[in-house]
């Protein structure tokens, strides 16, 4: 019997492919394939992406299971032969705006976050469900089911899709998910684990059917939700997957789960933990025991990958912020935190609004960045520098503070990410946050988390890796996040 596991992320960017030792969590090896670059991509990439990083990571001749974790919110269209209807669009495609506004309107925004656990966004599959009916009737009704990233990738890895182009064929009552990104869709219950079919038929003019079950012959496949613990289903034949890797018959998949739950499970989350995560976008997640319902939109009360809830706020500005300072500066990251921390906490008044590409918390999509508290002495490197830094950092934290207003314990905070391995990012952290910030040591937690689930299915039990970190201590500055928040209140 093989005894390794595979954990599998699928994000905006890349496909990275983590094949780990179940008994101690050492990754044994791994690969990684680019993503291509855009708000809508054609899902076959991605298929292309999982085969290329599987090759990269050594293939799974010695796997014994297989779990994908993926990017939410992206809409997977399928027509009843299997075939992708249009190109799939992503959690960052901006364009339904005007839906999710139309559809808080119908519903109200109470009554959508009890149902559900969020408000509509942009962001969210049904917004997109709605744009797709009204921008783009032709596609809309060649539709027959849809599917997340995540779910779409698993029923491809398990030998189904197009017809002529897979061994199985177009099944699409073959089609599954899990609990945490089915929560992401704005028509999933994640207090009683089901479908809300009035949300979606509201959105997209048609009733839902959960696979394998009955159901009106105009309605919309929609995947079964299978139990964390749970198979998908074991691969009965060799399936190659892209152009050349091999998954063998036997192989059992997972059930999966969106990204920001697998990394809860890779960084081992329980309650009273929260992770910010300080990707191209960024993220304030955690686990709770308690339902979360935030009218206002600013917490998604999304589930987690177990039974449990995940509240989380996301921005769509994060590293990206860094980026752009970086290249005005024309230095690297590492001389940019150097460069941060020549100036003192609050860049004396030079605060940085970082909107630069609108934002999804505050729900503000046509927003741009403003920079404000410019004199001839907060003009320098520096200045600009730590601006950088603590417009990103603020704005999360007041992400940290909406979840922590709905009622969710905070007792560690982690901080996670590229940009978390930066000393200057750590240290502004521990003063903007004014708490105690651990740092994990940097690796793929959503992967990992992935291979968590994997080796969850294969052994029968949830396996406890060791995970090194570091604590920044906590070093208040108040005043930093309230002259953000003022800023921020004018932009």
């Known amino acids: 019997m093989a005894q390794l596991v595979a954990g599998v992320d699928s994000s905006t960017q890349s496909c990275k492919v983590l094949i780990v030792d179940p008994a101690t969590g050492e990754i044994v090896r791994q690969g990684r394939a680019a993503h291509p670059d855009g708000t809508e991509v054609a899902p076959s990439e991605w298929w292309r992406a999982l085969g290329e990083a599987l090759d990269g990571a050594g293939g799974l001749a010695d796997v014994g299971a297989i779990s994908i974790g993926g990017q939410q919110h992206g809409l997977v269209a399928l027509d009843a032969a299997g075939h992708v209807v249009r190109d799939a669009l992503l959690w960052n495609d901006t364009r339904s705006a005007q839906a999710a506004a139309d559809l808080t309107t119908e519903v109200g925004a109470a009554d959508f976050a009890t149902r559900t656990g969020l408000v509509p966004v942009a962001s969210f599959t049904i917004t997109k469900l709605r744009w797709l009916r009204d921008a783009e009737p032709g596609n809309a009704a060649r539709v027959a089911a849809v599917a997340l990233p995540h779910d779409w990738l698993s029923w491809r890895l398990r030998g189904y899709g197009p017809e002529g182009e897979s061994p199985l064929g177009p099944d699409l009552d073959a089609l599954a998910t899990d609990r945490s990104d089915a929560s992401g869709t704005g028509y999933f219950d994640p207090t009683t684990d089901e479908y809300d079919s009035g949300l979606f038929e509201l959105a997209f003019g048609r009733p839902l059917r959960v696979a394998g079950s009955d159901g009106a012959p105009a309605a919309v496949v929609v995947p079964r939700v299978t139990r964390h613990d749970q198979q998908l289903g074991a691969l009965d034949r060799d399936v190659t997957v892209g152009s050349s890797s091999l998954a063998p018959e036997g ?15 890779g960084l081992q989350l329980g309650a009273g933990d929260i992770a910010v995560s300080l990707g191209t976008s960024g993220t304030v997640f955690g686990v709770s025991e308690t339902a979360t319902s935030d009218e206002t939109g600013t917490v998604a009360g999304f589930a987690d990958a177990t039974t449990a809830r995940l509240p989380i706020v996301t921005t769509l500005n994060a590293a990206r912020v860094l980026d752009v300072f970086a290249g005005v500066l024309e230095v690297d990251y590492d001389e940019l935190g150097t460069l941060a921390l020549q100036a003192p906490p609050g860049s004396d008044g030079l605060v940085l609004v970082p909107y630069f590409v609108g934002e999804r918390t505050p729900n503000r ?51 996670i990410g590229g940009a978390a391995q930066n000393p200057a990012v750590r240290a502004i952290a ?13 690796g793929e937690y959503v992967a990992l988390g992935a291979a968590v689930q994997a080796a969850w299915l294969l052994t029968g039990s949830r396996p406890t890796w060791e995970l090194a970190s570091v604590v920044i201590a906590a070093d208040p500055h108040p005043g930093v996040l309230e002259s953000y928040r003022a800023a921020a209140s004018l932009s």
């Open 430 to 442: 521990a003063q903007v946050f004014g708490r105690d910030v651990t740092v994990p040591e940097a």
């Open 251 to 265: 192989l059992r998949v997972g059930a999966g789960a969106g990204d920001n739950a697998a990394a809860a499970l």
């Open 365 to 415: 999509p046509d927003a741009t960045a403003s920079l404000t508290g410019m004199t001839p002495t907060t003009m320098s490197r520096p200045h600009l520098a730590r601006a950088a830094i603590e417009g990103m950092l603020c704005s999360l934290a007041d992400g940290l503070a909406a979840i922590e207003a709905t009622g969710t314990t905070v007792e560690r905070l982690f901080l």
